[in-house]
């Protein structure tokens, strides 16, 4: 997917909003996903809607690059 972004930080959230995607259905939706670490080394979100079966909760895990 691409496109852009927001943050709120009040809320803890990191707003995307889909320009395109491999998943047509996802093309111009808002998908806020919850910010879990933030540090100067690492970023986690986490998007509790990620699982189609239900029970399990996606996370992204984006480490600095040393």
């Given amino acids: 997917m691409f496109g852009t972004y927001t943050v709120d930080e009040d809320k ?4 995307f909003t889909v ?3 491999t998943f047509p259905n996802w093309d111009g ?3 806020p ?5 933030l540090t ?3 970023f986690i ?4 809607s990620g699982s189609v ?4 909760i996606a996370q ?5 690059a040393k």
């Fill in 33 to 37: 996903r919850k910010i879990v670490v």
């Fill in 40 to 42: 100067a080394d690492e």
């Fill in 29 to 31: 939706a808002v998908q």
């Fill in 45 to 48: 979100s986490e998007n509790a």
């Fill in 60 to 64: 992204n895990k984006y480490p600095r």
């Fill in 19 to 21: 320009k395109a995607s």
């Fill in 12 to 15: 803890k959230l990191v707003i």
């Fill in 53 to 56: 079966g239900g029970g399990a």
